[in-house]
């Protein structure tokens, strides 16, 4: 099943800004001075990167589909499927402003926000489309700052990728990286805060202020 991608930010009620990520988010290894590719105003977005993404990965396997099953694998992007321990993480989270911070595009995290349920439990959906940069890239995160006029340090951010954790680590939020299959830290500039296995953790880690 798809699961919904990237950050959720969340700030405690009559202080500052604090962040927690359900899952996902596009995979690079690039941190201080091993940015992403940068988008250009006319570059193209999300999905249409992640398609072209996909038929190069057939190609690679040397497998074939057809564009209507083409069409469905795309479409998994706007029905995400939350991991079950989301809701209760963010229920847990109540009185924080929870924010999802993501790669995707406008379009596809409003439909998949929406589609997932998880709606009543978010403050707010921020992309990195008017940033035009993606993450780990710092102007990514700081759209964070310029949105709720926070200080970084007071920035909780969750995010099932150990990339994105660090990239949110090395621009000075506390991360949270959210290890469910046990994976081995890669070996990147930074490393995140503090690493779990479940999004409840992750919560009780951000509830603890530790």
Same mark, same amino acid.
């Given at each position: 099943?798809?699961?919904?991608?990237?950050?959720?930010?969340?700030?405690?009620? %009559?202080?500052?800004?604090?962040?927690? *990520?359900?899952?996902?988010?596009?995979?690079?290894? /690039?941190?201080?001075?091993?940015?992403?590719?940068?988008?250009?105003?006319? #570059?193209?977005?999300?999905?249409?990167?992640?398609?072209?993404?996909?038929?190069?990965?057939?190609?690679?396997?040397?497998?074939?589909?057809?564009?209507?099953? !083409?069409?469905?694998?795309?479409?998994?992007?706007?029905?995400?499927?939350?991991?079950?321990?989301?809701?209760?993480?963010?229920?847990?989270?109540?009185?924080?402003?929870?924010?999802?911070?993501?790669?995707?595009?406008?379009? !596809?995290?409003?439909? %998949?926000?929406?589609?997932? %349920?998880?709606?009543?439990?978010?403050?707010?959906?921020?992309?990195?489309?008017?940033? *035009?940069?993606?993450?780990?890239?710092?102007?990514?995160? $700081?759209?964070?700052? /310029? $949105?709720?006029?926070?200080? $970084? %340090?007071?920035?909780?951010?969750?995010?099932?990728?150990?990339?994105?954790?660090?990239?949110?680590?090395?621009?000075?939020?506390?991360?949270?990286?959210?290890?469910?299959?046990?994976?081995?830290?890669?070996?990147?500039?930074?490393?995140?805060?503090?690493?779990?296995?479940?999004?409840?953790?992750?919560?009780?880690?951000?509830? #603890?202020?530790?």
């Amino acid at each position: 099943a798809s699961r919904p991608s990237d950050s959720v930010t969340c700030a405690k009620s %009559g202080s500052r800004m604090r962040k927690l *990520r359900t899952s996902g988010s596009m995979g690079r290894r /690039a941190l201080k001075g091993h940015s992403l590719p940068q988008p250009s105003p006319e #570059a193209p977005l999300y999905l249409p990167v992640t398609r072209r993404a996909l038929v190069h990965t057939l190609a690679a396997l040397n497998m074939s589909v057809s564009e209507a099953a !083409m069409d469905r694998l795309m479409g998994a992007w706007n029905r995400p499927v939350p991991f079950p321990d989301a809701k209760p993480a963010l229920q847990k989270l109540k009185g924080f402003s929870r924010v999802i911070l993501s790669n995707g595009d406008e379009a !596809m995290l409003s439909e %998949g926000v929406a589609h997932s %349920g998880l709606s009543p439990w978010l403050e707010d959906v921020l992309s990195v489309e008017p940033a *035009r940069h993606y993450k780990p890239h710092p102007q990514a995160y $700081r759209q964070v700052l /310029a $949105r709720y006029g926070v200080p $970084r %340090g007071e920035v909780w951010f969750v995010s099932s990728n150990g990339w994105d954790a660090a990239g949110a680590s090395s621009f000075g939020f506390r991360s949270i990286w959210v290890n469910r299959r046990s994976q081995v830290r890669e070996r990147l500039v930074a490393e995140p805060r503090k690493e779990v296995s479940n999004l409840v953790e992750a919560a009780e880690v951000i509830r #603890a202020g530790v």
